[in-house]
C-alpha cells in the first residue's frame, strides 16, 4: 500500500433484520507501535453464567461478515481528511473501536435505543478484537477530531495503551482521554 493514503474498508450487511456497519482503517505503515498487547479480562455475562466464544467461532462469525464491502483511499495530506472520515464516522454516534497491528477497527456502540442481541454482539471488543489488540474503547467524532477513550470492560485498557493510537494515527486529528478524566461527559455524555 502506498504510504501516501489510508485505505478505509466500509463493510455493511444486514444480519437477522439488522443493518451492520464496520469500519476498517488500514494501517500503512503496518504497525500501529503497539508496546503492549492487552489480554481479556472479564467475558459477556448473562444469567450470572460466564461464556467465552472460542476464537474460531469468532473468526468465522467475522469472516462471514466481512464479504460486502466498499473500499476508499484518502490521501494523508489532505487537508479535508476529517471531513472525509465523517462519511464514514457520524458525529452524533458513539462507536466501538479495536486498535491492532495493521487496523483500527470500528463499529457503531449498542445503545438503549439500539437493543437488539445482533448489533450488541457487533458492537463488542471481544468481537472486534480478534487478533492482539493494542487498544480498546469507544471512540466519537467531536469537533472535526477523533476522540478515543479506554471504555473496554472486556479488555481493561489504560491510558498508556491508548498512546499507540496517536503514533498510528498521527496524520489525524486524534484527542485521547481516560474514562475517569472529569471531562470524559463533554466528549462521551454521562
Do not use: R
Not at 72 to 90: C, G, T
Amino acid at each position: 500500500m502506498n504510504e501516501k493514503y489510508i485505505e478505509i474498508n466500509n463493510y455493511k450487511k444486514k444480519v437477522m433484520g439488522q443493518n451492520i456497519n464496520i469500519i476498517i482503517i488500514k494501517l500503512n505503515n503496518k504497525k500501529s507501535n503497539c508496546t503492549k498487547h492487552l489480554t481479556q479480562k472479564q467475558y459477556i455475562k448473562k444469567d450470572k453464567l460466564i461464556f467465552k466464544p472460542s476464537n474460531k467461532t469468532m473468526k468465522t462469525i467475522f469472516s462471514y461478515y466481512m464479504k460486502n464491502k466498499e473500499t476508499e483511499k484518502i490521501n494523508k495530506k489532505d487537508n479535508k481528511i476529517m471531513m472525509k472520515l465523517s462519511k464514514y464516522i457520524s458525529d452524533e454516534e458513539k462507536y466501538t473501536y479495536c486498535l491492532n497491528q495493521d487496523n483500527l477497527i470500528i463499529s457503531e456502540t449498542f445503545n438503549k435505543n439500539n437493543k437488539t442481541i445482533i448489533k450488541n454482539l457487533f458492537s463488542k471488543h471481544f468481537f472486534l478484537c480478534k487478533d492482539k489488540p493494542c487498544a480498546s474503547g469507544e471512540l466519537v467524532f467531536h469537533k472535526n477530531k477523533l476522540v478515543f477513550d479506554n471504555s473496554s470492560g472486556t479488555y481493561k485498557a489504560t491510558i498508556d495503551n491508548l498512546k499507540s493510537i496517536k503514533k498510528a494515527l498521527s496524520f489525524l486529528n486524534v484527542k485521547i482521554i481516560d474514562l475517569y478524566d472529569k471531562n470524559h461527559p463533554k466528549y462521551f455524555g454521562k
